[in-house]
């Protein structure tokens, strides 16, 4: 049931964004309206059906492409800090809104695409959204998992939120297979108590990123 729900949510979004958003939405588009692969790419997290992911260890990135081939989506990952995130073709398989992982931590958004191979956000502590491994999260862009793909928060949920199982994951390692980010890289403050325990790309209410009023502190965090 829970797959059928997912190929229909998929199936769904395409016709709605079929009828409502132009096909160009989805290029890369560089300065002029060129289609220059490495200029530019569109810059929000808006939802779109997904063909397929590839996984770039040698960049590490994780770029989605839409149903006509285009990448969509480029998100700075952690895989494997000793290059064993195997290169391959694979396909999801399951999903976790919140998984235990090896040593006894929880990660969120999980999608298994290779037997012990994930992706997924950077690992917590507990099973509570204020324990982020802040350390961790701040390697996102090197390699540094034992295996999985490791991604910020919003990342790891829009590709659990736009993929159904079975979608295409194709590990690589080509350092010239490079993508302007979708969002810059951003860091957690290590030395701030309040804050650092929490994934700043996390929409939770309760984060101390959603509650800050002014602009000087909003330029603070991000």
């Not at 391959?88 to 040593?103: A, P, Q, V």
Request: positive net charge; charged residues 15%; glycine residues 8%.
């Amino acid at each position: 049931m829970k797959k059928f729900s997912r190929v229909f949510k998929v199936m769904m979004l395409a016709a709605v964004f079929a009828a409502i958003i132009p096909a160009k939405t989805y290029a890369l588009t560089g300065g002029g309206g060129s289609s220059v692969p490495g200029v530019g790419i569109l810059t929000s997290l808006v939802p779109c059906p997904v063909s397929s992911i590839t996984i770039n260890t040698a960049t590490e990135q994780v770029i989605a492409y839409d149903l006509a081939g285009k990448p969509i989506q480029v998100f700075a990952c952690s895989t494997g800090k000793h290059g064993n995130t195997i290169v391959g073709t694979y396909k999801t398989t399951n999903y976790y809104d919140w998984h235990l992982m090896n040593g006894g931590v929880y990660s969120r958004y999980a999608v298994r695409f290779n037997q012990h191979e994930l992706m997924h956000s950077v690992p917590y502590y507990r099973h509570s959204p204020d324990s982020l491994e802040y350390r961790q999260f701040n390697k996102l862009g090197t390699p540094a998992s034992a295996g999985c793909c490791r991604l910020a928060l919003a990342d790891a949920k829009w590709i659990y939120d736009n993929t159904v199982p079975g979608t295409i994951v194709n590990v690589v390692k080509d350092p010239t297979l490079i993508y302007p980010l979708t969002r810059p890289i951003i860091k957690v403050d290590e030395t701030k108590v309040a804050t650092r325990g929490w994934d700043s790309t996390d929409p939770d209410p309760r984060s101390p990123y959603n509650s800050v009023q002014t602009g000087a502190a909003v330029d603070q965090f991000m």
